[in-house]
């Protein structure tokens, strides 16, 4: 008997069109036989699993009356579990152009890409690796349970609780690592050393040796944290900032406000709260437009 239909055969072909019954309907005109029986349903006699199939069996005993002595019907349903081999998990690719990305991976770690870069995720918890291959993140890990390890060129990043901002710029292969808060681990040519908060580093791929570097500037890193400082800075030279931090465009309507200066510190505020302050120290009217994420500045100071 076939696994997948229930065979019937007669001698005249007319009688059954058909060769092959399909399960569903054969157990069909079967329970419709036994319901025409005057003891009823058949009884059930056993079910079986043998190498995961069932294997079920019916028998029913109709009135000799009937001139039936009995009836039986096996049917077979093959359960085989599936051998396919489980494939490792892909890579994670992030590369951003005109918008920045943020990833919070499964140990609440968060990383921040900004634009122009490329990140890639390796492996699955506890133990992954981001591989940031060009341009700049900012990663925080916010207990001791994160395992991230950050790649970089030749450099190798650990860290258990901290903030740290990594660039590395694929072109001449120099990565730089500065540790905002906590403390991180780096390993290069085999050479283990702890950076502590405020630490700044270099390495590049001819040396490959660490070297004490300036920390960033606030605003490279205010696309993740959001943290704006600006000493005298052109208004068109804040716009960008703003921009990537908030992931709007703003658009500046008169050529003679770009070279108004801003001197201010701006720590998590609301862009509008930000508007509002330069608006009254340059001299311009704004409109915001939350839903088309855009911001228009017109005025007519002019400054020199």
Known sequence: MNEKNLHRYSSNPEDYPEPDIPADAAWSEMDQLLNMAPVGHAAVKSVASKSGSFVFRYGAKLLAAAGITGVATVLYFTNKPSHQKLQPAQAIVIQTADHT?????????????DQQSRL?????????????ENGAAYFQTNDQHSHLIVQSGSVEITTDSAQLFVTHNHADSVTS???????????????????????????DA???????????????????????????????????????????????????????????????????????????????????????????????????
């Not at 990305?101 to 890409?113: E, G, R």
């Not at 918890?125 to 940031?132: D, F, G, N, S």
């Not at 540790?179 to 780096?186: E, F, Y």
């Not at 960008?240 to 201010?264: Q, V, W």
């Open 177 to 203: 690592v500065f540790v905002q808060t906590g403390s991180a681990t780096i390993i290069t040519r085999g050479v283990t050393s702890t950076i502590n908060a405020g630490g700044s580093f270099r390495i």
């Open 120 to 132: 890639i995720i390796r492996g699955e918890q506890p133990q992954q690796t981001a591989v940031l």
């Open 206 to 304: 001819s040396s490959r040796e660490l070297k004490a570097a300036p920390p960033p500037n606030l605003n490279e890193m205010s696309f993740a944290t959001q943290i704006f400082e600006f000493d005298g800075t052109p208004l068109h030279d804040v716009i960008p900032y703003l921009e990537k931090a908030y992931d709007i465009g703003i658009t500046l309507k008169s050529d003679g406000m770009k070279n108004c200066r801003i001197s201010a510190k701006f720590e998590n505020m609301p862009l509008r709260q930000i508007l509002d302050i330069m608006a009254f120290t340059i001299g311009f009217d704004y409109t915001l437009d939350d839903i088309k994420k855009v911001v228009v500045i017109d005025g007519t100071n002019t400054c020199p």
């Open 101 to 113: 990305n943020k990833t919070m991976l499964a140990d609440s770690t968060t990383i921040i890409i």
